[in-house]
Structures are given as structure tokens and as C-alpha cells.
């Protein structure tokens, strides 16, 4: 009869346990000093060899040649555990037997000897489905059992077992297995079996286990029914619906391009094919979520479970994005993939959100934003043509000043005119200017860092503040150095900074644009 791959190549002794080196030193160690314990409890994610463990650790007490870290794996205890046929070695499903009748039961059985082996080892399997009763009526055998009895309890939720129970065990986490170690396992596994398979087929493999070695043999076994004796990575994905770089690699280049009408041709293209979109939404945010861990921390990282041709290409992608940018997408695909599991129109969801990643793509940083605004440059207003036989002089905007000498009046009525207004950004911006009258004109040179608080419509409002003064003038912007005749002045303390940019009529138009928003930091870009 047939024997599944997982099965058949299941570790009989610790040297052939794949990972979980910190478990396996330590039980070797116990077993070896004679310091075995009467409960354990091992917690892990599926398919990381928590009852495999538990199983060798079974045949290593009750070998003929034990206790023993090296079981002979012949005589009949090693043989009977190994094909879960062992008298003395009870395996309980708590799954399907968690209540408190099952557990009176098993503190029945330790009450008797083990019928021919050294130890009665008793082997809970989802130990965390236990009711609370039945923990309460296990809790005093397990503090004091016999001295031939073991408790192996087998766990994915740790935190669910009851603190009484805990601290009467020794606790041992399994992690889970290495992408590579996976990789060198199905190889392995493969040269045994006669298979055909290459680099990426078996990276393909180890990516839809997550860990665990279980999961990854199941589709192996999978692969092997569909393909034969020669796998192939394109037939292997369509098989477990993984989809490929070259498939997820289209959304980037959607984003790069912002390009919505791909991101719409993309999804009409998996719809047609009968791909389900939350699983491939699934693996977008995966695709992210290595793009931005490449991005940071490099192609090498043993965080990316992929294949190294695969990680160079992921490094290559990550470089034409930001980190700032990488985290809202894979933020934004989180969230579809969340308003997917109850969605009644996946189809419209799906194309709303991945127009919603270029759309996303689009936006600048709010420092990058202003400092844009403060670069660009001023817009002359059009002349006021004379209406009903009046002229009206229009205010302009020269950049190079005529013959001119220095006006500290005006300078002094501009910034107390601004003041009264309640601009202190324009009053600031007039304070680190230099005013020069000539000609009836006023020309204020002004650094450049001050575009935002100076502009014509401001220094209109301020002229007729101080008396409807139709006086001509033209703003020049210099850079901070070169403005001549001003001081020098002390750097700002915070607290000044901080006022003066919230008072500042971009930052103001923002927060009543954001009522929510939070301003946590300001900072100087000139620094």
C-alpha cells in the first residue's frame, strides 16, 4: 500500500530531525544524564515536528537498549512506535477527546504499569483543546504521576494552556524550519524518489509550506501525482496556484508607469482564467512584503523565502521604490485582501484597490510638497485694465532692482501692517528681508526660504492696511546669503519654530483641510 511521502520520510531518531536543534541538544542531554521529566508541553506552528519529536523521544525511553538518544530502531518497541502501534505509547486526539469523562479515563490508565515497556508515555495531540474541567481533573496526576509515566502535550496555541498545567512542564517552542533547510529536504527527498525537479520548482515548493516541512512534502507528493517523475515550475504553480514573479511583477510595472488601464486589463485577465483574486491579493501583499524587506535589508536576507535568482530580481524591482513607498502598498493590499473575505463584488473591489495603489503611487511627502511649492516661481498678477475712466496702477514683480537705497521705514510699517493683519509668517518673511524704495517702487529682497509667506496678494493686503497706498512694488527672491544689509540672526528655539509654522497659511489650510491630523515634529529644512 501507497505511503505518503510525509510519512514514509518521517524522523525516526533526533540526527535525522530536520531544525529544532536547540530541542533536540536538549532532550539528547536529559535522556543521556537520566533527568527525564514527567511532562513537556512543545509548541509550534503545524508540520515544525512536535509529535515526530515526541515520538522519538517515546522510542529513546522504551528501547531495549535505553534510555538510549540513539534507538536500535529493530526491536519491537522501536517498530510498533514508529507504525503508532505501541501499547505503552498512548497518542490522544484532545481534539475530538477534551472533556473531562476522557481525561478521568487517562488518570485511570497511569494509575497501571506500562504492559512491557519501561515508560507509559501518553501523547495529547491539540492540547489546547482541553476543556478547563478536564485540565482541572488532569492537574494533580500531571504534578505527581508515577515514575513510569511521561506526558508529551503537543500544542499550535501555547497561550491556552492553563498556568497550572505550564509550570508543571518543561516548555520547549518549535520554530519554524529555515526556507533553505526546506529546500535541502525536498532535494533530498527527491534524489530518493527518482524525481526530476530544478531550483525554482523546489523554491516554489518550500514557499506554499511556510515553515513547515509537513506542508511542503504534502506538495511535493501533490506535484509528483500531477507532473510524474519530472517537475516542472510552471506546471507546479498552476497546480497549487501560486502565481509567479513575471504575473506580479505586471502590478509593479503598473505602478511605475502609473498606469490604472493595466491594473484593469490585469484583473479582467484573472477573472478570465478563473484565478480567485483573494489568493492572488494574498500573494501580492507577500510580493510586497519581500520587495520591501529586500529594500531594507538586502537581497541576502533569510527573511525572503525565495530562490536566489528570485531575490536578485526582488532587489532589482525594490530599487525603483521608496521604503515609504513599498509600506503603503503593502499596507493598502493588506486591506484589500481584508475587504475581500467579505466582499459580495470581489471583481470590483479587487480593481478599486489596485487603482488605489497608483493612485497611492502619486502622492509626495507633505515636506516635499512645500518645498516644491516654496521653489516654483511667483506668477506676476495680469494687469487691472481701467474701468469707468479710473486707472488703477497694478503691482508687479521685477527681478532685478533699478538704482535704489535701503528703507528701514518701510520695512517697519510692512511688518507691523502684517502684524495687525494677523500674517506673522509675512511679518517673519518682511523681518528677514531687505526693503529698498526708488522711484516710487518698493522692491523687497526676500531669501528664498520665505517664498510661501511673500507673495503679491500679502503685500497688497498689508499696502492697503496702511492706508490704501497704491504704491508700485516687485518682490525679488535671493538666496538667504546673498540678501544684503541683514543681520545675521540666532538660530530659533524650537517652541519658535513650531509657532511659526503653524501659524504659517499653507500649514493652516492643511489642518483645516485634515482636522484630525497631528502635527508631532517640525523641523528646518535650511538645516
Known amino acids: ?61 522504551n528501547c531495549v537498549l535505553g534510555p538510549t538518544v540513539t534507538p536500535c530502531g529493530k526491536c519491537e518497541s522501536c517498530t510498533e512506535i514508529a507504525s503508532s502501534g505501541a501499547l505503552d505509547v498512548i497518542e490522544i486526539d484532545a481534539a475530538s477527546n477534551r472533556g473531562i469523562n476522557e481525561m478521568r479515563e487517562l488518570r485511570e490508565s497511569v494509575r497501571y504499569r506500562p504492559a512491557r515497556d519501561r515508560y507509559k508515555v501518553f501523547i495529547i495531540d491539540e492540547a489546547h483543546q482541553i476543556t478547563s474541567e478536564a485540565f482541572n481533573a488532569l492537574l494533580k496526576t500531571l504534578e505527581e504521576p508515577p515514575g513510569w509515566v511521561a506526558f508529551v502535550l503537543c500544542t499550535t496555541e501555547a497561550h491556552k494552556i492553563p498556568a497550572t498545567i505550564a509550570s508543571r512542564c518543561q516548555h520547549f517552542s518549535f520554530r519554524s524550519v529555515d526556507f533553505e533547510e526546506i529546500v535541502a529536504r525536498l532535494e533530498w527527498i527527491c534524489h530518493q524518489e527518482g524525481i526530476t525537479a530544478d531550483a525554482e520548482t523546489l523554491a516554489v515548493l518550500a514557499q506554499v509550506g511556510e515553515g513547515s516541512v509537513r506542508d511542503s512534502l504534502s506538495a511535493l507528493d501533490q506535484a509528483i501525482a500531477h507532473c510524474g517523475t519530472e517537475l516542472k515550475a510552471a506546471e507546479v504553480r498552476a497546480l497549487l496556484g501560486v502565481f509567479s514573479l513575471e504575473a506580479l511583477d505586471r502590478v509593479t510595472r503598473a505602478l511605475a508607469e502609473s498606469n490604472a488601464a493595466g491594473m484593469l486589463e490585469l484583473v479582467d485577465e484573472l477573472v478570465r482564467n478563473g484565478h480567485h483574486l483573494q489568493h492572488f491579493c494574498r500573494e501580492l501583499a507577500r510580493y510586497f512584503r519581500n520587495l520591501l524587506v529586500a529594500k531594507i535589508a538586502g537581497q ?34 493588506l486591506d484589500l485582501f481584508r475587504d475581500l473575505q467579505y466582499s459580495l463584488q470581489p471583481r470590483l473591489h479587487m480593481e478599486i484597490g489596485l487603482i488605489r495603489l497608483v493612485e497611492a503611487g502619486k502622492l509626495l511627502p507633505i515636506e516635499q510638497a512645500l518645498a516644491n511649492l516654496a521653489a516654483a516661481p511667483e506668477q506676476a498678477p495680469p494687469p487691472v485694465t481701467p474701468q469707468a475712466g479710473r486707472a488703477k496702477a497694478a503691482p508687479t514683480l521685477f527681478s532685478e532692482p533699478p538704482q535704489a537705497r535701503a528703507s528701514g521705514a518701510w520695512k517697519e510699517k510692512l511688518r507691523a501692517a502684517f502684524s495687525q493683519l494677523g500674517m506673522q509668517s509675512s511679518a517673519d518673511a518682511v523681518e528677514h528681508s531687505e526693503v529698498i524704495e526708488s522711484d516710487g517702487t518698493l522692491e523687497l529682497r526676500t531669501p528664498k526660504d520665505y517664498a510661501l509667506a511673500m507673495r503679491p496678494a500679502e503685500v497688497e ?28 540672526s540666532a538660530p530659533e528655539s524650537q517652541d519658535e519654530l513650531t509657532r511659526r509654522a503653524l501659524a504659517h497659511p499653507e500649514v493652516q489650510r492643511f489642518r483645516e483641510a485634515f482636522p484630525d491630523a497631528e502635527v508631532r515634529g517640525v523641523r528646518d529644512l535650511r538645516e
Open 300 to 333: 541576502d536576507s533569510r527573511a525572503i523565502a525565495a530562490s536566489r535568482a528570485e531575490r536578485e530580481r526582488l532587489a532589482a524591482i525594490a530599487g525603483s521604490f521608496s521604503e515609504q513607498d513599498l509600506t503603503r502598498y503593502l499596507q493598502l493590499t
Open 461 to 488: 493686503k498689508a499696502l492697503r492696511q496702511l492706508g490704501g497706498d497704491r504704491r508700485r512694488f516687485k518682490i525679488t527672491f535671493v538666496e538667504a546669503a546673498a540678501t544684503a544689509g541683514l543681520a545675521a
Open 1 to 61: 500500500m501507497y505511503q505518503v511521502i510525509a510519512r514514509k520520510y518521517r524522523p525516526q531518531t533526533f540526527v535525522e530531525l530536520v531544525n529544532q536543534e536547540h530541542v533536540r541538544t536538549t532532550l539528547e542531554n536529559a535522556i543521556a544524564q537520566g533527568r527525564i521529566a514527567h511532562g513537556y508541553i512543545f509548541s509550534g506552528q503545524r508540520g515544525t515536528g512536535k509529535t515526530t519529536v515526541a515520538r522519538i523521544l517515546a522510542r529513546c525511553l
